[in-house]
């Protein structure tokens, strides 16, 4: 069973860093991606961040390139996103989702096979 788990949100000032973590357990192939997707209210769901397992590729959304930055600890099967310079509109839940078919450069909904449960983002002004 393929379950996908965030941590490290909450509430930092403009300015702030946080970093966030998804665990992952039950894949059943080395070579996937691990994508990060926020949702504002009443925003549709975008993407952050992108990294593909087999040779580390990353990949970044306009808005967070140069502040965000996605890195994997392949041994623990967890994919980190280091929050820097944060902004009031990065305030969001922030999900971690699974492509097993390890596709990055792009952020399409439909190419995550697995979601994980959200963790909260505030930034406060």
């Known amino acids: 069973e393929v379950q996908l788990v965030e941590s490290g949100g909450g509430l930092v000032q403009a300015g702030g860093s946080l970093r966030l973590s998804c665990a992952a357990s039950?894949?059943?192939?080395?070579?996937?991606?691990i994508g990060w997707f926020r949702q504002a209210p009443g925003k549709v769901r975008e993407g952050v961040s992108c990294?593909?397992?087999?040779?580390?590729?990353?990949y970044y959304s306009d808005s967070v390139k140069g502040r965000f930055t996605i890195s994997s600890d392949n041994a623990k099967n967890t994919v980190y996103l280091q929050m820097n310079s944060l902004k009031p509109e990065d305030t969001a839940v922030y999900y971690c989702?699974?492509?097993?078919?390890?596709?990055?450069?792009?952020?399409?909904?439909?190419?995550?096979?697995?979601w994980g449960q959200g963790t909260q983002v505030t930034v406060s002004s």
């Open positions: 990294i593909r397992k087999s040779d580390g590729s990353t």
């Open positions: 989702a699974a492509d097993l078919h390890g596709r990055i450069g792009a952020f399409r909904l439909s190419w995550y096979d697995y």
């Open positions: 039950g894949f059943t192939y080395d070579d996937h991606a």
